[in-house]
């Protein structure tokens, strides 16, 4: 061995090394200048207290350099050519976040082609001082760096040394840098950590890059029989309204709205009048959602898709948005928050919107969202109405709108409002009085709002459905503790409490332009059910009966209730379901996984 070594190592390998790790660490210290638009010259000292993202951000640099060593022969080449892909790379991030508000990942890769276009189109690279004086240290340090290290590599050693860090860096790429829980739980603390374009700025450009190689790849169950999912969906039979059967559609994102009335909580009975009224005159019952005090996005897409998935949206996913837009509906989405929020901005194309509204191109003229001041549902609901009656009316509407009012935080101030909850039977301080009460003002501003809304679209003479949903819990209190303080059991102990953890109301409104179009009174109370049921039922209730719709159905009546913790079986709740329940989730997951990968709107899309 000692030989092997002597024959074709040397200490000026190992000085190589060792220059090439100080050259990463230079190198990775430099990718952070283009994190944003904005060059931060304190972040060097922010990494120093962050050691996980500098070191995620540094492996794949160390790596690259390493087979460009190997490769090219030098420490000087090796440094010039990676230092020229950070450069790359980091010119690219910036103008992406110029032109689209999004990061620079591995996945844009395949939008080369139309970033091309976009150059020859006319638009232009967005430039910066930091664009001539990188390179400048680039070019000048790599000279040097060829000038004076004379030492090269045998051949023998630089091939095979090239082919085991390609071996290395791929198995990093596939099971170190794609890791949810470490991206995820490890910042910079710099920038916004609710937005997803911000997040990733506090993970590094690197890290961001290459993180995101697993969205290239959907997760294949362990058992999957393809033909087996074909079969099922070839066995029913479609049916689909004709065009003067059709309605317009609102699917309406009531944030952390929850009827605490229902879940045992002392309420006065004000602030759920209008609901109440609501639900009087439509088809209504529970949801069970997925998550609790935030993940609005779950909900919302779970919907869309008509699936408890959350694929990477970096291309066009099967969605009843794109089955709408298919059958001639307009398809918009409107938001009055930031764009960025969810990166929706970016990835509501592949849903198949045509169009988004949210805060920077529609809703900042009307009101500005401030921390714990967000656009009002006063403003709002106004605002939808206005614009569903200057649409096209060529075509039917649909239009997806997700709320702001009642989203997290709760003041704890005494606003001088009206005692909504019960001060008797609430066991906790003022201040979490005060956050459970200005919660509950809120919610009952939107279901007066919401009542309104509904009032106004029963004059229309074209037939409409509202579906309007909550999306989860507010999250009242650390860990919801205000919810106990209210009487109401919200605990895993049960499944009764677990339930009431995860459900939030839902109605389904039609005016009566629609219960004639449609046939129904569309009216009554339906057992609670899975949230990636919602739309699909509604829509079977409007007359669209697709392959998967009538799947869903049947699934449904089955197994209302569909979660990890519990599912329905027999009409209670389970966490040790059967085996035939086992096999049907099985076979679910079969179905969510062909649907991921089998997109059925490539002609229409292809028109966009």
């Known amino acids: 061995m000692a030989e092997f070594f002597k024959k074709y190592f040397s200490k000026n390998f190992f000085y190589d090394v060792l220059f090439i790790f100080a050259l990463s660490l230079v190198v990775t210290f430099a990718s952070f200048l283009f994190i944003d638009g904005v060059v931060h010259f304190s972040i060097p000292f922010v990494l120093l207290k962050k050691p996980t993202i500098l070191f995620m951000n540094f492996i794949p640099v160390f790596i690259l350099m390493l087979i460009m060593y190997f490769a090219l022969g030098s420490v000087g080449g090796a440094f010039l050519s990676i230092g020229a892909m950070i450069f790359i790379m980091g010119v690219a991030n910036q103008n992406k976040l110029f032109y689209r508000d999004d990061n620079l990942k591995i996945t844009d890769i395949v ?3 139309e970033t091309l276009g976009m150059v020859k189109s006319g638009v232009s690279i967005k430039l910066s001082p930091l664009y001539f004086i990188y390179p400048s240290i680039l070019i000048v340090g790599g000279y040097y760096l060829l000038k004076i290290d004379k030492f090269r590599l045998k051949k023998i050693m630089r091939f095979s040394g090239a082919i085991l860090m390609c071996f290395v860096g791929f198995y990093t790429l596939s099971n170190f840098m794609t890791v949810r829980d470490t991206y995820w739980n490890n910042s910079m603390s710099l920038f916004h950590p609710y937005i997803e374009v911000e997040r990733a700025k506090d993970r590094g450009l690197v890290y961001t890059f290459f993180y995101h190689y697993k969205d290239f790849f959907y997760k294949k169950p362990d058992v999957y029989d393809e033909k087996m999912v074909m079969d099922k969906l070839d066995s029913y039979e479609e049916s689909m309204p004709m065009d003067d059967e059709k309605v317009d559609i609102f699917l309406i994102l009531g944030e952390s709205f929850a009827d605490l009335e229902e879940k045992g909580a002392k309420v006065d009975s004000e602030v759920y009048r209008s609901f109440r009224k609501l639900q009087d005159k439509s088809i209504c019952g529970l949801i069970q959602n997925y998550t609790f005090g935030g993940g609005t996005i779950e909900a919302e897409r779970y919907i869309y898709q008509g699936a408890e998935s959350f694929p990477p949206y970096i291309k066009n996913i099967n969605t009843f948005v794109w089955m ?25 194309q592949f849903l198949g919107f045509d169009e988004f509204l949210h805060s920077e191109n529609y809703f900042d003229e009307y009101f500005v969202n401030k921390e714990a001041d967000y656009f009002p549902d006063r403003i709002l609901f106004p605002l939808v109405l206005k614009y569903y009656r200057n649409r096209d009316k060529s075509k039917r509407y649909f239009n997806s709108v997700i709320t702001m009012q009642n989203h997290t935080p709760y003041s704890s101030e005494d606003k001088g409002i009206d005692d909504y ?6 066991n906790g301080t003022d201040e979490e009085y005060n956050i459970a009460n200005n919660y509950l003002y809120g919610v009952k501003d939107t279901a007066d709002q919401l009542l309104n809304f509904t009032e106004e679209l029963e004059k229309e003479k074209s037939p409409v459905v509202v579906i309007f949903y909550g999306d989860h819990l507010a999250r009242l209190g650390e860990e919801g503790k205000i919810y106990e303080k209210m009487g109401v059991d919200i605990g895993f102990d049960s499944p009764e409490g677990w339930l009431k953890h995860y459900t939030t109301p839902f109605i389904i409104w039609a005016n009566s332009a629609a219960k004639e179009k449609i ?13 990636y049921y919602l739309f699909s039922y509604a829509l079977e209730k409007m007359g669209y009966k697709t392959p998967y719709i009538q799947y869903l159905s049947e699934r449904r009546k089955e197994y209302p209730v569909d979660a990890s913790s519990y599912i329905s079986e027999n009409g209670k709740l389970t966490a040790d379901p059967s085996e035939k329940t086992k096999k049907d989730k099985l076979f679910h997951y079969m179905m969510q996984y062909y649907r991921l990968s089998h997109f059925s709107y490539d002609e229409i899309a292809d028109k966009k």
């Not at 509906?329 to 929706?344: E, V």
Request: aromatic share 10%.
């Open 111 to 113: 939008l080369l082609k």
């Open 324 to 348: 709408l837009k298919n059958a001639g509906y307009a398809t918009k989405s409107m938001h009055p928050f930031t764009g960025k929020f969810y990166n929706r901005l970016n990835t509501n």
């Open 421 to 426: 909850l019960d001060r008797k039977s609430f």
């Open 519 to 531: 046939g129904d009174d569309m009216v009554g109370e339906i057992p609670t059910m899975s949230n």
